[in-house]
């Protein structure tokens, strides 16, 4: 049996590519063109001849006439006119000549208005829909952006996914996402005569497959708990900074997009929802208590960790005016306490008086450390930029198609105490935080080593590390302080289904206050109102147009979390933005528990169970050759198929040998089946064939099934 | 290589085998994307070689030309990339076919099997839903045949234009070859053209919008005998041109000639075609200037014509380059009400190509509303915001009004240095590609260096008309000869300035290369008349020499008449 399992694994090696066939109209084109400036020569040729052997045919009167008479007889003075004319004619010629050599050779690099309205080019319109892109996988294999044939016989590019991922894939219109990064279809990147006789095709650099760090199932778990809010979830691989999900609500859907121009304008405009935006990585938010993490982080480097303070009800940095006090209008947090409690319940006294301690410098050392930009002043040098590099991707194009916006927050060694009092809780001027910059934060002690590393979305990569942030038991004692947090903290109550599990986890809730603009109901955009400037004696001097802000501000919930403890294996930022104005969202208690589901999910997909959740995906295209290699036997019941009903687990338990066999048999006859046209999607074959499956401890081998949801690779068990 | 009649006929047999080349390679092209181009047509445009040679025989032979042979040669040089190039826009499915997405979406379904075929496994063939092995690749069946008979070639325009040009070819070198028809034009000039204004005036009456009978302008070869009559009476004036008084010529001579050059632009203007109106212009200008040689007329004349050209370029400029300058925009606008609709867009396509124009605009208003009246959700989705109906104005600009010259140029961009490859690009996009803008195909598929061909080409002709006219022994052949290179050397440069931006676009088509309409028989007349001249001028060579060779010959020479 293992024999005809064998012979029916095997796929048919791919076709040899053939020369291209553009070759022969090219090298014919070229033939053409110097037969005809051949011939244009030759013309020239005799034209020039007819210079340099002129016969006395031009009439010039006798010269036995004087000279005037000579002059008004003759048409030599009409000829020098032509003669003028004709060469002011070539001159012009050539100038004109000159705007098409312009528009060929530099108007696509230099012309900037050019550049922008590259996309109405219909010929690049043409070239995305005759070339065929590569595929995307994520990280189990599974498609997520693919070609279909339809019905009609019409090829099209599938999202299995759509508005999950319509943020990282982008479409045709707007900035780039993905799609447009790893396949960008513009009409310039098509070869010209000369590069197609050299051999250089449009499709050497199309076709290739990516396998992306994302995982299908967490990604829609993420979708799914999002559902009906406004925000975002980025979640990370901390020991290596593979991103595992990432999600912007509300989303689009790219399938509307693709066709339809007016569908796109219409989600550009719309202001108030701004479904194009991608919250995780361009949209800044108030870290809130979240921010406190990066102190603790600043204390411990400084070894400053064992600051104490004594509160009863608030904390007054002299000189500022202002006490600072925790939530509840006093103290969460009361007595003697130490960084410990101080991040268990929250303290906005203690993390106050930590920063104003630690002082700006160390902190903006330390930010710099794990990704944020700390600037010594808020001139706007520099600040919102896009930060691409902060990827390690394969690419210049991919960092810049998600490349976040960079976090920032104002430190440096002249911060002054009443800036510092603020940033401590993460108010103030540290009030610019990307969910993703959220995220990568907690990584930083989720991460075995204290290491920040590098985010990367695309599975062959090698994991780079971006800075060595703390020590390794400066990152387990963080850890453990962060656990605290769910154990009696302030998300005690949201990670009761997470304790249940049995899973130990850490995280920190943040709840911030934005100002929010007006919307004017008739644009959609934010409204204006003029501020006209007085000087003393009321004179106007000037005048300026300002946003209008609400007054009640908009409450967002954060929630930062790793799990499991001893050795996690996500991190993640939930971020919820409010509402809307007067109505509260608390990082406690709405953030948190959609992490708990989230923890949940991965748990059940087996992120936790002992390191089966490392990169389960193919290296290299899709297009490689697949060899078979034996497996071990067999006998436990993988995990996933916890979800399949009993009939199918108790068959699924069936010892390894047999399954196989069975699996085979059954692939073959539906390969016979489809050869003679019959399609076969049945969901009953489709469970039965899933649940013949290897367990997960095979990270190299899986199955390809008619469904292609797993993969026939070449790498043995381990 | 010598002026002959055998070097010639081997040159245009090398251009016969050359286009057989390039209409093999748009055979293959269209293969490879998946449609079949037309035997038939190749065969029929192959064959028009056929009576070209057999009116260069005609000419040699029988009417013993003399002249210069480089202007009939190049001439089929361009036609011939023109008839190449005609034939790759006319086989393309997409083009000429009257559902055009769903020949768009075989071409693409094709290209994309192929690649398919070639790259994917089974696996990726089974996710797709298609068979998990390609079908055989022996056979490469085309999905779509040209659906070309040999009746439609029988009946096509396309067979009977060129005919038609070669016999008025032949026709305009009789009559231009005969002494006493050009005696009696030099004559009677002033009734000549009188008598062409009458089916002007018929088509203004007829006509709207400056095209008649779809896309043709039939009064384009009314260019011809308004040229024969001007230079006939430019020759009977000039001399008294010449005699000015302080500068200036006599009244009595100066204002009926005024009259007579103006009365062909009324036409033109109230038809629209400015594009024929800048080409008179700039031929009847060259003719004064060859003809009146005294320097204030010279710069009198040459001034006038620079104010009105600014006026009225200063009148149309777009808004935001007026308010750069003080006073202009107060200049400006009472031109600006004065210049019809279309002078103002086309201004604005020239400047401002990549801007749309403001929705208030008053020329632009009019067809904005419009489109948003035929497409009712882009109605709705403007009137939601400002900066909605930016967005949606910019799309209705660029698929309507500034659609053409928009891709265009992105052909010539696209075409880079050598082009990419015939049959390869995608000209089909820009629509009338094959009259208007086919120099814009051309540099799209043949690149820069197809482009400085017919930029070559075109300097060539006019440097043999040139010759053509130094060497004419009298006035009235002499701004013949100039008027008619004039036209066609102008017509190219306006032509091809208004689609590389050099200048406005106006709506004229390029010399010979352009198969559409009128404009072939008209360049090829011109042809014939050049042609003619350039005859006599051997001829009478060839009389003065045998002249000058009695040495006792005291019959003074009357070099100009």
Same mark, same amino acid.
């Given at each position: 049996?293992?024999?005809?399992?064998?012979?029916?694994?095997?796929?048919?090696?791919?076709? @040899?590519?053939?020369?291209?066939?553009?070759?022969?109209?090219?090298?014919?084109?070229? /033939?053409?063109? %110097?037969?005809?400036?051949?011939?244009?020569?030759?013309?020239?040729?005799?034209?020039?001849?007819?210079?340099? %052997?002129?016969?006395?045919?031009?009439?010039?009167?006798?010269?036995?006439?004087?000279?005037?008479?000579?002059?008004?007889?003759?048409?030599?003075?009409?000829?020098?006119?032509?003669?003028?004319?004709?060469?002011?004619?070539?001159?012009?010629?050539?100038? /004109?000549?000159?705007?098409?050599? *312009?528009?060929?050779?530099?108007?696509?690099?230099?012309?900037?208005?050019?550049?922008?309205?590259?996309?109405?080019?219909?010929?690049?319109?043409?070239?995305?829909?005759?070339?065929?892109?590569?595929?995307?996988?994520?990280?189990?294999?599974?498609?997520?952006?693919?070609?279909?044939?339809?019905?009609? =016989?019409?090829?099209?590019?599938?999202?299995?996914?759509?508005?999950?991922?319509?943020?990282?894939?982008?479409?045709?219109?707007?900035?780039?996402?993905?799609?447009?990064?790893?396949?960008?279809?513009?009409?310039?990147?098509?070869?010209?005569?000369?590069?197609?006789?050299?051999?250089?095709?449009?499709?050497?650099?199309?076709?290739?497959?990516?396998?992306?760090?994302?995982? @299908?199932?967490?990604?829609?778990?993420?979708?799914?708990?999002?559902?009906?809010?406004?925000?975002?979830?980025?979640?990370?691989?901390?020991?290596?900074?593979?991103?595992?999900?990432?999600?912007?609500?509300?989303?689009?859907?790219?399938?509307?997009?693709?066709?339809?121009?007016?569908?796109?304008?219409?989600?550009?405009?719309?202001?108030?929802?701004?479904?194009?935006?991608?919250?995780?990585?361009?949209? *800044?938010?108030?870290?809130? %208590?979240?921010?406190?993490?990066?102190?603790?982080?600043?204390?411990?480097?400084?070894?400053?960790?064992?600051?104490?303070?004594?509160?009863?009800?608030?904390?007054?940095?002299?000189?500022?005016?202002?006490?600072?006090?925790?939530?509840?209008? &006093?103290?969460?947090?009361?007595?003697?306490?130490?960084?410990?409690?101080?991040?268990?319940? %929250?303290?906005?006294?203690?993390?106050?008086?930590?920063?104003?301690?630690?002082?700006? $410098?160390?902190?903006?050392?330390?930010?710099?450390?794990?990704?944020?930009?700390?600037?010594?002043?808020?001139?706007?040098?520099?600040?919102?930029?896009?930060?691409?590099?902060?990827?390690?991707?394969?690419?210049?194009?991919?960092?810049?198609?998600?490349?976040?916006?960079?976090?920032?927050?104002?430190?440096?060694?002249?911060?002054?105490?009443?800036?510092?009092? *603020?940033?401590?809780? =993460?108010?103030?001027?540290?009030? @610019?935080?990307?969910?993703? @910059?959220?995220?990568?934060?907690?990584?930083?002690?989720?991460?075995?080593? &204290?290491?920040?590393?590098?985010?990367?979305?695309?599975?062959?990569?090698?994991?780079?590390?971006?800075?060595?942030?703390?020590?390794?038991?400066?990152?387990?004692?963080?850890?453990?302080?962060?656990?605290?947090?769910?154990?009696?903290?302030?998300?005690?109550?949201?990670?009761?289904?997470?304790?249940?599990?049995? /899973?130990?986890? =850490?995280?920190?809730?943040?709840?911030?206050?934005?100002?929010?603009?007006?919307?004017?109901?008739?644009? &959609?955009?934010?409204?204006?109102?003029?501020?006209?400037?007085?000087?003393?004696?009321?004179?106007?001097?000037?005048?300026?147009?300002?946003?209008?802000?609400?007054?009640?501000?908009?409450?967002?919930?954060?929630?930062?979390?790793?799990?499991?403890?001893?050795?996690?294996?996500?991190?993640?930022?939930?971020?919820?933005?409010?509402?809307?104005? =007067?109505? $509260?969202?608390?990082?406690?208690?709405?953030?948190?528990?959609?992490?708990?589901?989230?923890?949940?999910?991965?748990?059940?997909?087996?992120?936790?169970?002992?390191?089966?959740?490392?990169?389960?995906?193919?290296?290299?295209?899709?297009?490689?050759?697949?060899?078979?290699?034996?497996?071990?036997?067999?006998?436990?019941?993988?995990?996933?198929?916890?979800?399949?009903?009993?009939?199918?687990?108790?068959?699924?338990?069936?010892?390894?040998?047999?399954?196989?066999?069975? *699996?085979?048999?059954?692939?073959?006859?539906?390969?016979?089946?489809?050869?003679?046209?019959?399609?076969?999607?049945?969901?009953?074959?489709?469970?039965?064939?899933?649940?013949?499956?290897?367990?997960?401890?095979?990270?190299?081998?899986?199955?390809?099934?008619?469904?292609?949801?797993?993969?026939?690779?070449?790498?043995?068990?381990? | 290589?010598?002026?002959?009649?055998?070097?010639?006929?081997?040159?245009?047999?090398?251009?016969?085998?050359?286009?057989?080349?390039?209409?093999?390679?748009?055979?293959?092209?269209?293969?490879?994307?998946?449609?079949?181009?037309?035997?038939?047509?190749?065969?029929?445009?192959?064959?028009?070689?056929?009576?070209?040679?057999?009116?260069?025989?005609?000419?040699?032979?029988?009417?013993?030309?003399?002249?210069?042979?480089?202007?009939?040669?190049?001439?089929?040089?361009?036609?011939?990339?023109?008839?190449?190039?005609?034939?790759?826009?006319?086989?393309?499915?997409?083009?000429?076919?009257?559902?055009?997405?769903?020949?768009?979406?075989?071409?693409?379904?094709?290209?994309?099997?192929?690649?398919?075929?070639?790259?994917?496994?089974?696996?990726?063939?089974?996710?797709?839903?298609?068979?998990?092995?390609?079908?055989?690749? +022996?056979?490469?069946?085309?999905?779509?045949?040209?659906?070309?008979?040999?009746?439609?070639?029988?009946?096509?325009?396309?067979?009977?234009?060129?005919?038609?040009?070669?016999?008025?070819?032949?026709?305009?070198?009789?009559?231009?070859?005969?002494?006493?028809?050009?005696?009696?034009?030099?004559?009677?000039?002033?009734?000549?053209?009188?008598?062409?204004?009458?089916?002007?005036?018929?088509?203004?009456?007829?006509?709207?919008?400056?095209?008649?009978?779809?896309?043709?302008?039939?009064?384009?070869?009314?260019?011809?005998?308004?040229?024969?009559?001007?230079?006939?009476?430019?020759?009977?004036?000039? !001399?008294?041109?010449?005699?000015?008084?302080?500068? #200036?010529?006599?009244?009595?001579?100066?204002?009926?000639?005024?009259?007579?050059?103006?009365?062909?632009?009324?036409?033109?203007?109230?038809?629209?075609?400015?594009?024929?109106?800048?080409?008179?212009?700039?031929?009847?200008?060259?003719?004064?200037?060859?003809?009146?040689?005294?320097?204030?007329?010279?710069?009198?004349?040459?001034?006038?014509?620079?104010?009105?050209?600014?006026?009225?370029?200063?009148?149309?400029?777009?808004?935001?380059?007026?308010?750069?300058?003080?006073?202009?925009?107060?200049?400006?606008?009472?031109?600006?009400?004065?210049?019809?609709?279309?002078?103002?867009?086309?201004?604005?396509?020239?400047?401002?190509?990549?801007?749309?124009?403001?929705? +208030?605009?008053?020329?632009?208003?009019?067809?904005?509303?419009?489109?948003?009246? !035929?497409?009712?959700?882009?109605?709705?989705?403007?009137?939601?915001?400002?900066?909605?109906? !930016?967005?949606?104005?910019?799309?209705?600009?660029?698929?309507?009004?500034?659609?053409?010259?928009?891709?265009?140029?992105?052909?010539?961009?696209?075409? !880079?240095?050598?082009?990419?490859?015939?049959?390869?690009?995608?000209?089909?996009?820009?629509?009338?590609?094959?009259?208007?803008?086919?120099?814009?195909?051309?540099?799209? +598929?043949?690149?820069?260096?197809?482009?400085?061909?017919?930029?070559?080409?075109?300097?060539?002709?006019?440097?043999?008309?040139?010759?053509?006219?130094?060497?004419?022994?009298?006035?009235?052949?002499?701004?013949?000869?100039?008027?008619?290179?004039?036209?066609?050397?102008?017509?190219?440069?306006?032509?091809?300035?208004? #689609?590389?931006?050099?200048?406005?676009?106006?709506?004229?088509?390029?010399?010979?290369?352009?198969?559409?309409?009128?404009?072939? #028989?008209?360049?090829?007349?011109?042809?014939?008349?050049?042609?003619?001249?350039?005859?006599?001028?051997?001829?009478?060579?060839?009389?003065?020499?045998?002249?000058?060779?009695?040495?006792?010959?005291?019959?003074?020479?009357?070099?100009?008449?």
């Amino acid at each position: 049996m293992t024999s005809l399992a064998f012979v029916l694994f095997q796929s048919p090696t791919p076709l @040899q590519p053939a020369a291209p066939p553009e070759k022969l109209p090219a090298w014919l084109t070229l /033939i053409y063109i %110097s037969g005809m400036a051949l011939v244009g020569l030759l013309l020239l040729l005799s034209i020039a001849r007819a210079w340099f %052997s002129r016969a006395p045919s031009a009439p010039t009167a006798p010269s036995s006439l004087p000279k005037d008479l000579r002059k008004r007889l003759g048409a030599t003075t009409t000829n020098r006119g032509l003669r003028a004319w004709r060469w002011l004619f070539a001159a012009a010629a050539i100038f /004109i000549f000159g705007f098409h050599v *312009y528009w060929a050779r530099y108007a696509a690099d230099q012309n900037p208005k050019f550049q922008e309205l590259n996309y109405k080019d219909l010929r690049n319109r043409r070239l995305s829909e005759s070339t065929l892109r590569g595929w995307i996988y994520d990280r189990k294999g599974r498609p997520l952006a693919l070609y279909r044939r339809d019905n009609n =016989g019409d090829i099209d590019r599938e999202y299995p996914m759509d508005s999950a991922l319509a943020h990282i894939f982008g479409s045709d219109r707007g900035e780039p996402g993905l799609e447009r990064a790893l396949f960008g279809t513009e009409s310039g990147v098509v070869p010209e005569v000369w590069q197609i006789i050299k051999g250089q095709t449009v499709e050497q650099k199309l076709n290739k497959d990516y396998t992306l760090t994302i995982d @299908q199932d967490l990604q829609q778990a993420v979708v799914d708990q999002l559902k009906g809010n406004h925000g975002a979830v980025v979640m990370f691989n901390p020991q290596t900074g593979e991103v595992l999900a990432m999600y912007s609500n509300p989303s689009y859907s790219l399938k509307q997009v693709q066709d339809d121009e007016a569908a796109w304008l219409k989600l550009n405009n719309d202001r108030k929802e701004r479904p194009l935006l991608n919250r995780a990585l361009n949209e *800044y938010y108030v870290p809130g %208590s979240t921010f406190k993490t990066l102190m603790m982080y600043t204390a411990f480097r400084n070894n400053m960790q064992s600051t104490r303070f004594t509160t009863s009800g608030g904390f007054t940095p002299p000189g500022c005016g202002r006490t600072i006090t925790d939530d509840n209008g &006093g103290c969460e947090a009361c007595g003697n306490i130490g960084i410990d409690v101080a991040y268990q319940k %929250s303290s906005n006294i203690y993390f106050s008086y930590l920063a104003t301690q630690l002082g700006g $410098s160390k902190i903006q050392e330390t930010a710099k450390l794990v990704g944020l930009g700390a600037y010594d002043s808020v001139s706007g040098e520099g600040q919102g930029r896009r930060e691409p590099e902060i990827w390690n991707a394969s690419s210049k194009a991919i960092q810049n198609a998600i490349g976040p916006t960079e976090s920032w927050l104002k430190a440096g060694p002249h911060s002054t105490r009443c800036e510092l009092m *603020y940033e401590g809780y =993460g108010q103030g001027y540290a009030s @610019q935080m990307t969910p993703f @910059q959220m995220a990568m934060l907690i990584s930083v002690a989720a991460n075995l080593e &204290g290491r920040l590393m590098k985010p990367k979305i695309e599975a062959d990569r090698a994991p780079e590390m971006f800075a060595q942030v703390l020590t390794r038991d400066q990152a387990a004692q963080i850890r453990g302080i962060m656990n605290m947090v769910t154990e009696g903290g302030t998300a005690n109550a949201a990670m009761t289904p997470v304790k249940a599990a049995g /899973i130990r986890s =850490g995280g920190k809730t943040g709840t911030a206050q934005k100002a929010v603009p007006v919307i004017d109901p008739r644009t &959609g955009e934010p409204m204006k109102k003029t501020v006209v400037e007085k000087d003393f004696k009321g004179k106007i001097i000037g005048q300026h147009e300002e946003i209008v802000f609400n007054e009640k501000l908009r409450s967002d919930a954060w929630y930062l979390s790793f799990a499991p403890l001893d050795k996690p294996a996500i991190a993640m930022a939930v971020l919820l933005e409010g509402p809307g104005p =007067g109505i $509260s969202f608390y990082g406690g208690k709405n953030a948190a528990p959609i992490a708990a589901q989230l923890i949940l999910k991965a748990k059940d997909l087996g992120y936790f169970g002992g390191g089966a959740s490392q990169g389960k995906s193919t290296a290299g295209s899709a297009t490689g050759k697949e060899k078979k290699q034996v497996m071990g036997a067999r006998e436990r019941t993988p995990k996933a198929f916890a979800n399949f009903s009993p009939a199918l687990r108790a068959v699924s338990a069936l010892p390894w040998e047999l399954s196989r066999g069975l *699996y085979a048999t059954l692939k073959g006859l539906r390969n016979r089946l489809v050869a003679t046209g019959i399609d076969l999607r049945t969901p009953s074959e489709f469970a039965l064939l899933k649940m013949t499956f290897v367990p997960r401890r095979c990270p190299g081998l899986k199955f390809a099934n008619a469904f292609g949801v797993y993969r026939l690779t070449s790498s043995p068990c381990l | 290589m010598r002026n002959r009649f055998s070097s010639h006929v081997l040159l245009l047999l090398a251009l016969v085998v050359v286009e057989v080349v390039g209409y093999y390679a748009i055979y293959r092209a269209a293969m490879i994307r998946g449609y079949g181009t037309s035997v038939i047509g190749a065969a029929r445009d192959l064959l028009m070689y056929f009576p070209i040679i057999v009116m260069a025989l005609w000419v040699s032979a029988f009417r013993k030309f003399k002249g210069n042979w480089v202007l009939f040669t190049t001439a089929i040089l361009l036609f011939s990339v023109g008839l190449l190039i005609q034939y790759r826009l006319y086989s393309d499915p997409e083009y000429n076919a009257r559902n055009k997405a769903a020949a768009r979406q075989e071409k693409t379904d094709t290209l994309r099997m192929r690649y398919i075929n070639q790259n994917y496994d089974a696996n990726k063939r089974q996710l797709m839903g298609l068979p998990p092995t390609p079908p055989p690749v +022996e056979q490469e069946a085309p999905v779509r045949e040209s659906g070309y008979t040999l009746a439609n070639a029988i009946t096509s325009s396309y067979t009977w234009i060129p005919v038609f040009s070669l016999i008025a070819f032949a026709l305009a070198f009789s009559f231009c070859a005969n002494d006493r028809f050009l005696s009696w034009i030099q004559r009677n000039s002033f009734i000549v053209v009188l008598l062409t204004l009458i089916p002007l005036g018929v088509a203004i009456v007829s006509s709207s919008a400056g095209k008649a009978v779809g896309n043709t302008t039939p009064w384009e070869p009314a260019k011809v005998p308004f040229l024969l009559g001007f230079a006939g009476i430019l020759t009977a004036r000039y !001399k008294d041109l010449a005699r000015t008084y302080w500068g #200036i010529p006599r009244a009595r001579d100066i204002i009926p000639l005024i009259v007579m050059a103006a009365i062909p632009f009324i036409p033109f203007f109230a038809l629209k075609d400015f594009g024929q109106m800048l080409i008179f212009s700039g031929a009847y200008a060259t003719l004064y200037l060859v003809a009146v040689r005294r320097w204030p007329q010279l710069l009198v004349f040459v001034g006038s014509v620079f104010l009105v050209i600014s006026i009225l370029v200063v009148g149309a400029l777009p808004r935001d380059i007026q308010a750069k300058f003080p006073m202009i925009p107060t200049l400006a606008r009472p031109v600006q009400h004065a210049l019809p609709a279309r002078i103002q867009q086309r201004f604005h396509l020239w400047l401002d190509g990549f801007d749309p124009p403001s929705p +208030e605009e008053s020329w632009w208003k009019k067809d904005f509303d419009e489109a948003l009246a !035929k497409d009712p959700r882009m109605k709705e989705l403007a009137e939601e915001s400002e900066a909605m109906k !930016k967005s949606v104005n910019t799309d209705i600009w660029f698929d309507k009004l500034a659609f053409q010259p928009a891709q265009a140029i992105f052909g010539i961009a696209s075409g !880079k240095t050598t082009g990419r490859g015939l049959g390869l690009g995608f000209p089909e996009v820009i629509p009338i590609a094959d009259s208007d803008y086919v120099y814009a195909a051309v540099a799209e +598929e043949m690149g820069l260096l197809g482009g400085g061909l017919v930029v070559l080409a075109i300097i060539i002709f006019v440097i043999a008309g040139i010759r053509t006219s130094i060497d004419a022994r009298d006035m009235f052949t002499k701004l013949c000869a100039a008027g008619l290179t004039a036209f066609i050397g102008i017509q190219a440069l306006v032509n091809i300035g208004g #689609i590389t931006r050099a200048l406005p676009m106006t709506g004229i088509t390029l010399p010979f290369v352009s198969h559409g309409g009128f404009s072939l #028989i008209t360049s090829f007349a011109m042809l014939g008349m050049l042609m003619a001249f350039s005859h006599r001028n051997a001829q009478d060579a060839r009389a003065v020499r045998t002249i000058a060779r009695e040495p006792e010959s005291t019959i003074p020479l009357e070099a100009v008449e």
